[in-house]
Each structure stands twice: as structure tokens, then as C-alpha cells.
């Protein structure tokens, strides 16, 4: 059950986790476990009868650490953020053990909890909550909080997506792509909680447009090839994307049906540029077909939903990147 969750199998834990409190009603553990992966898979409803019953369970510290933290994300997933605050806070009286307190300061600097966001601004529109590093001017964070808005509203236009909470979206005053404070690279999203990390510099789309496609059906499969591609598709960027991608596809001429069934590692300059312009081309041949394929973005899901089609897509595509 253990070696499922940290493979990501989250329908399996929970299954397995079932089971066994059929036998062991009471088993922190497995209760914890199970909660832990539907906070995971952003079934936060469903995971609240088994926070429920960890409180009630939780005695010797290192439970109590893990059961608030858990609380925090949970609570943080739907959007009350007092009660995030409240649990996060309550996790950091607690001597945990080392994996908790590992646990609780990435999560903090994740969601903005940490005391290191103290001092960062607040702006808040309809659909995104910003938050930028003071260093930031005001010129700057008016031109963001206004683009960030619409690239939303025209994206979500196209998915039709309902989220759970309003996007927290992070505003670092970087241009380059490494994070020294988180220890990443910028920028990046954790969808489950509708969470974006942003560099200065980013476009307007890239990062909004990962979390509303991924809560058109958060029990979804993506793959890198069709969710980045989702995420330049919809950038916002007033550029010929299928331009840039024959550019490219000139000194790289990649296997796409590889690439995209065997989740193969690709240079990032080459892989975005192709893959948004593919994401394009299945939109303009298929929309209600392509958001299908959001849901489940295997390629193996692709010949079921184009039929056999789908290579021949592959096929017409690449003849337009050797044009």
C-alpha cells in the first residue's frame, strides 16, 4: 500500500487501504494514508471522514504532526485558508519527525504559509489570489494581475473547467529560470491545490492554462508531450506557433508517436514548440475530441477517441512542420 502511494498508484492505495481497515477500523495509518491520497488526487471531499477519524486517533506527537499537516492541505485544496493557516500553525508546535517537518516546510513554501511570505503583496482579482515579492513594483504587478486575469477567462472559455479554490499564483522578481529559494526551476504548477510559481518574465497562459485543464476532470492522466502542449497552446502569446515548430522541427525531426507513447525525454526547446503547435492542430481539427483527450492524454486513450485516425493526424501534422 505504501510503495502505491509513492508510485502515485492513488486508486490503489485507497483501495488497498479499504480493505484493510474492513479487518483494523482503527489503523492510524492506513486512515491517514488513504486521506493523504485523496488530498493527492484533489478528492479533498473525500478525504475529510478519514482526517476526521485521525483526529480522533492521533495521540503521540508524530501522528499529531502528520495529521495537521494533512488537515492544512485539505483545507487548503477547497480554498479556507484560515483553516489552513490554523492547521499549519498547530503542525509547527509539534515536534514531528524528520519526514513531517521535511513535509511541512515544502509545504509551506509551496502554498505561501511559510513565514518567508510575510512581506510579499496580496492582490486579488475574480479567479487568481497573486502574490508578489516586495521587491516588485506597482507598474509591473498592475500588468500582471490585468494579463493573468484574461489569459484566464479566455482559457477557462475553452475548457470549461470548475476549480476548487482560486489560483494562488506567484510572482518571483527573477528572469531567469532557477529558483534558489525553492531549489527549482521557474515556473512551475501543482494543479491538485491550483498553485503557480512564476518568473517575471513568463507568458501570460502557460502556467494558468495546467491548472484549469487539469480540473476539467481531476481524475485524469496526462503525459508531458500533450500537457505541455496545452500549456504553450494557450499561452497567450501572439506568435505563429506553427511557424516556430517547422523552425524547429528543421534540425530536430523527432518521432512524435514515441515521444508521446513512451513518455521520452526531450530537450524542453524542442519539445514545447512541437507539442503546442500539435495541440493546436487536434484542436482545429476535433475540439470536443481534443478535450476528451485532456482527461486522459496516453496515446494509447488517443486511438480509442481518434480511432485509428490518430496516426494519420500524426502523419498530416508532420507534413505541415515540412512545409
Given at each position: 500500500?505504501?510503495?502505491n502511494?509513492?508510485?502515485?498508484?492513488?486508486?490503489?492505495?485507497?483501495?488497498?487501504?479499504?480493505?484493510?481497515?474492513?479487518?483494523e477500523?482503527?489503523?492510524?495509518?492506513?486512515?491517514?494514508?488513504?486521506?493523504?491520497a485523496?488530498?493527492?488526487?484533489?478528492?479533498?471531499?473525500?478525504?475529510?471522514?478519514?482526517?476526521?477519524?485521525?483526529?480522533?486517533?492521533?495521540?503521540?506527537?508524530?501522528?499529531?504532526?502528520?495529521?495537521?499537516?494533512?488537515?492544512?492541505?485539505?483545507?487548503?485544496?477547497?480554498?479556507?485558508?484560515?483553516?489552513?493557516?490554523?492547521?499549519?500553525?498547530?503542525?509547527l508546535?509539534?515536534?514531528?519527525?524528520?519526514?513531517?517537518?521535511?513535509?511541512?516546510?515544502?509545504?509551506?513554501?509551496?502554498?505561501?504559509?511559510?513565514?518567508?511570505?510575510?512581506?510579499?503583496?496580496?492582490?486579488?482579482?475574480?479567479?487568481?489570489?497573486?502574490?508578489?515579492e516586495?521587491?516588485?513594483?506597482?507598474?509591473?504587478?498592475?500588468?500582471?494581475?490585468?494579463?493573468?486575469?484574461?489569459?484566464?477567462?479566455?482559457?477557462?472559455?475553452?475548457?470549461n473547467?470548475?476549480?476548487?479554490?482560486?489560483?494562488?499564483?506567484?510572482?518571483?522578481?527573477?528572469?531567469?529560470?532557477?529558483?534558489?529559494?525553492?531549489?527549482?526551476?521557474?515556473?512551475?504548477?501543482?494543479?491538485?491545490?491550483?498553485?503557480?510559481?512564476?518568473?517575471?518574465?513568463?507568458?501570460?497562459?502557460?502556467?494558468?492554462?495546467?491548472?484549469?485543464?487539469?480540473?476539467?476532470?481531476?481524475?485524469?492522466?496526462?503525459?508531458?508531450?500533450?500537457?505541455?502542449?496545452?500549456?504553450?497552446?494557450?499561452?497567450?502569446?501572439?506568435?505563429?506557433?506553427?511557424?516556430?515548430?517547422?523552425?524547429?522541427?528543421?534540425?530536430?525531426?523527432?518521432?512524435?508517436?514515441?515521444?508521446?507513447?513512451?513518455?521520452?525525454?526531450?530537450?524542453?526547446?524542442?519539445?514545447?514548440?512541437?507539442?503546442?503547435?500539435?495541440?493546436?492542430?487536434?484542436?482545429?481539427?476535433?475540439?470536443?475530441?481534443?478535450?476528451?483527450?485532456?482527461?486522459?492524454?496516453?496515446?494509447?486513450?488517443?486511438?480509442?477517441?481518434?480511432?485509428?485516425?490518430?496516426?494519420?493526424?500524426?502523419?498530416?501534422?508532420?507534413?505541415?512542420?515540412?512545409?
Open positions: 500500500m505504501v510503495d502511494f509513492w508510485k502515485g498508484n492513488y486508486d490503489k492505495t485507497i483501495e488497498i487501504g479499504k480493505q484493510i481497515l474492513q479487518s477500523p482503527n489503523d492510524f495509518e492506513i486512515i491517514l494514508l488513504i486521506a493523504r485523496e488530498d493527492e488526487k484533489g478528492n479533498f471531499k473525500n478525504a475529510i471522514p478519514y482526517l476526521e477519524s485521525a483526529k480522533k486517533l492521533m495521540s503521540e506527537n508524530w501522528q499529531k504532526s502528520w495529521t495537521f499537516i494533512e488537515l492544512a492541505k485539505n483545507s487548503f485544496g477547497t480554498g479556507k485558508l484560515d483553516d489552513a493557516k490554523l492547521f499549519y500553525n498547530e503542525a508546535k509539534i515536534k514531528g519527525t524528520k519526514n513531517s517537518e521535511k513535509e511541512l516546510k515544502k509545504f509551506g513554501m509551496l502554498t505561501g504559509l511559510d513565514e518567508y511570505y510575510k512581506n510579499w503583496k496580496i492582490r486579488e482579482t475574480q479567479n487568481i489570489i497573486f502574490h508578489f516586495n521587491s516588485i513594483n506597482e507598474i509591473e504587478i498592475e500588468r500582471i494581475t490585468k494579463t493573468r486575469q484574461i489569459a484566464f477567462e479566455q482559457i477557462n472559455a475553452f475548457f473547467s470548475k476549480l476548487p479554490k482560486k489560483i494562488d499564483f506567484f510572482v518571483w522578481n527573477i528572469n531567469e529560470s532557477y529558483n534558489q529559494i525553492l531549489n527549482t526551476n521557474l515556473g512551475f504548477s501543482n494543479p491538485v491545490f491550483c498553485i503557480s510559481h512564476n518568473r517575471l518574465n513568463q507568458t501570460p497562459g502557460h502556467e494558468i492554462a495546467h491548472n484549469i485543464s487539469f480540473w476539467i476532470n481531476n481524475d485524469n492522466i496526462r503525459t508531458k508531450f500533450i500537457n505541455e502542449g496545452i500549456g504553450v497552446c494557450f499561452d497567450q502569446q501572439k506568435n505563429e506557433k506553427l511557424k516556430i515548430a517547422q523552425e524547429t522541427y528543421k534540425t530536430n525531426q523527432i518521432d512524435i508517436k514515441e515521444i508521446w507513447r513512451n513518455q521520452t525525454k526531450l530537450n524542453d526547446d524542442i519539445l514545447y514548440p512541437i507539442s503546442g503547435a500539435f495541440v493546436n492542430f487536434l484542436i482545429e481539427y476535433d475540439k470536443e475530441k481534443f478535450l476528451k483527450l485532456t482527461e486522459n492524454q496516453t496515446y494509447e486513450n488517443a486511438i480509442k477517441i481518434y480511432r485509428e485516425n490518430i496516426d494519420n493526424l500524426i502523419d498530416d501534422f508532420i507534413k505541415k512542420l515540412k512545409e
